[in-house]
């Protein structure tokens, strides 16, 4: 049993195993960027056969981040984290707790001669130059006098022992930030036509409506197309509201989105709606001439005061005879609905005898008034997609975390400088020796220049 657990155990903890990990997590989201996921994977059922589609999609090929095995390689990675990380922080945390002695013969043990100095000076004067480069250079030092002999030691950079635990721990923290985002999180989309508010979305998944927190109106909404009729800009312009008080305000636009209390909101599409806007020409019989702008549903007066009119209907394309207007107009002596075409010279050149055949489509009916049709103005909805990441705080800290765990790995490290000063006939003779668990470059490059700066100052002493 013990040999099974030691095995086991040994397996987790292994580096190997950690390589194999991320590597499939890289190979997994190397396929999420590249094949189409979620609502986008439609477009893939058209190249490849159902068959194949339907084996995939029950893989989840096409949902992988929130698929078992993505879930699985997360796992199997916190496990091996968490593992390696209990093996090997007992060792670490007794180097950073074991304080340095100023008397290590072992590590001057065949000190080369390029790490000693000799120099005619007195020990006493020898040893307080010692101390003072020590205290500017590492702050506190450990200083012990003999006989013939002094004895000092200072080490730098103890923490730097967990920098590869803080790393550790930040890619822990990702994953449990990635999880809760997964989890909890909500991915959703809802349609608002212009001048209306909504206060709740449909999720991508589920049926029932998600209720938010506030509302959100769509003031305006605006479209540029390019000469062939593709979209070139469109925006939003939002208004959040709670309890009838405006909170937030701002445009939105693709790939610019606007966050608020938790929720992000994207722009991911938009299309015309029925009920906007008509710009008629009312023409009366003594030549005076009117432009009114109106919108659908709404009664106007006549500018004769002769009655009001409203529109019941619009239509782009009224029995392939373009744009059209349904108008009611209502006097104290009648009631007259007919229609109202943008293009009714075009249609009278084709069909002359069309209003005698068909008299609701005469402008003039109401006398004395001639109704023209100058355009449509089309009203438009924006469609918002609507992401919440209880996660996302997670994630930053992780970031943070991993930015220190580097910082702590590649820019500082561990070391222990011993220096012994031995009283000669001559004068004295400086050792200087030094000990780190890493980056063994980094200690030579600073143990010569200790000597460069110790020398100095004996220099400078004399």
């Not at 089309?378 to 970031?399: H, M």
């Amino acid at each position: 049993m013990t040999k099974n657990k030691s095995g086991i155990w040994s397996f987790f903890s292994s580096v190997q195993l950690a390589i194999v990990l991320l590597s499939l997590i890289a190979f997994f989201a190397l396929i999420g960027t590249l094949v189409p996921q979620r609502e986008a994977a439609a477009e893939v059922a058209g190249l490849i056969s159902p068959g194949l589609f339907s084996l995939l999609d029950k893989m989840q090929f096409f949902d992988l981040y929130h698929s078992v095995w993505f879930f699985l390689l997360m796992g199997l990675l916190t496990v091996n984290l968490l593992i390696c990380s209990l093996d090997r922080l007992p060792m670490a945390w007794r180097r950073f707790r074991m304080r340095p002695s100023s008397q290590n013969d072992d590590v001057f043990k065949d000190c080369p001669e390029e790490n000693s100095i000799r120099a005619r000076a007195d020990m006493v004067q020898a040893a307080n130059a010692a101390a003072s480069l020590l205290k500017k250079r590492y702050r506190k030092f450990i200083r012990t006098n003999e006989a013939d002999q002094v004895f000092l030691c200072a080490d730098k950079g103890r923490f730097s022992l967990f920098g590869v635990y803080v790393v550790h721990l930040s890619i822990l923290v990702l994953i449990a930030g990635v999880i809760i985002g997964s989890v909890f999180g909500m991915e959703a989309y809802v349609n608002i036509t212009e001048g209306e508010t909504v206060n709740a979305v449909n999720p991508r998944r589920g049926s029932q409506s998600l209720p938010l927190p506030f509302s959100v109106r769509c003031d305006k909404f605006t479209v540029e197309l390019y000469e062939s009729g593709a979209p070139k800009t469109f925006q939003s312009d939002l208004t959040f509201l709670k309890g009838n008080q405006i909170v937030q305000q701002g445009k939105l636009l693709v790939n610019h989105p606007i966050e608020i209390e938790g929720f992000r909101f994207y722009q991911a599409s938009y299309g015309a709606v029925p009920g906007g806007k008509a710009t008629l020409a009312l023409l009366r019989a003594d030549g005076r001439r009117d432009i009114i702008n109106v919108g659908a549903g709404y009664a106007f007066e006549l500018p004769g005061k002769e009655g009001t009119f409203n529109i019941l209907r619009m239509e782009e394309n009224l029995m392939k005879m373009g744009p059209a207007i349904k108008v009611v107009v209502r006097s104290k002596k009648e009631e007259v609905s007919f229609w109202v075409f943008q293009q009714i010279d075009k249609i009278k050149q084709t069909n002359p005898d069309i209003i005698q055949q068909v008299p609701i489509f005469n402008p003039g009916l109401f006398r004395p008034y001639t109704f023209t049709l100058v355009g449509l103005e089309e009203k438009y909805f924006t469609g918002l997609q609507v992401s919440r990441d209880p996660g996302t705080p997670v994630v930053a800290a992780a970031a943070l975390l991993l930015i220190c765990g580097l910082m702590m790995v590649l820019f500082s490290y561990s070391r222990q400088i011993w220096i012994r000063i031995d009283q000669k006939k001559e004068g004295v003779r400086i050792c200087i020796a030094g000990r780190s668990y890493r980056n063994k470059t980094g200690l030579e490059r600073e143990l010569q220049y200790l000597i460069a700066e110790l020398k100095d100052n004996l220099e400078k002493s004399k």
